[in-house]
């Protein structure tokens, strides 16, 4: 009979500019390595509000057009309560950045198999940073065998 291993490690990356996407799955690889659990599940959270973490193909383009939409769908400055001294104590001016990162989630499950991350040919673990620059604090857990 195995015994089920838990395993949590944290990592710190800095953004460098207001919006970026990072590919994070290196990062993330490195920590199931490390962990040595063959089967089992892989929890990624950001512990910010202005930070998502999704499953998509990180291609220069496709970031590109990520931002693109992002910025459709939620304009910076388009009077959010968030931004506004009367309904709120956020001198960032980042109501923009809380939006877009709850449209995207804040965390994501990743199977693990053969001791590697369950994910597709071109499926890589990013983060999107919404209100850069900044330091980052990504949690992953880890529960397996």
């Known amino acids: 009979m195995q015994t ?4 949590r ?7 460098e500019k207001r919006t970026e996407l990072h590919d994070i799955t290196k990062q993330i690889r490195d920590v199931v ?3 040595d659990v063959k089967e089992g599940i892989l929890l990624v959270n950001s512990l910010h509000t202005t930070v998502a973490l999704f499953v998509n193909e990180f291609q220069a383009a496709l970031v590109e057009d990520l931002k693109a939409l992002l910025d459709r769908l939620v304009k910076e400055r388009n009077g959010y309560r968030h931004d506004d ?7 960032r ?7 877009r990162a ?3 989630g804040r ?10 991350l369950s994910l597709g040919r071109f499926q890589s ?11 980052r604090t990504i949690d992953v857990q880890i529960m397996g065998v």
């Open 85 to 91: 001294p009367r309904y709120s104590d956020c001198e």
């Open 107 to 116: 965390s994501v499950a990743v199977g693990i198999s053969g001791g590697d």
């Open 125 to 135: 673990i990013i983060l999107a940073e919404m209100d850069g620059p900044r330091q």
């Open 93 to 99: 001016g980042n109501a923009h950045a809380h939006l």
């Open 9 to 15: 490690k944290t990592f710190t990356l800095l953004s």
């Open 4 to 7: 089920l291993k838990v395993v």
């Open 102 to 104: 709850a449209l995207l």
């Open 33 to 35: 390595l490390s962990a």
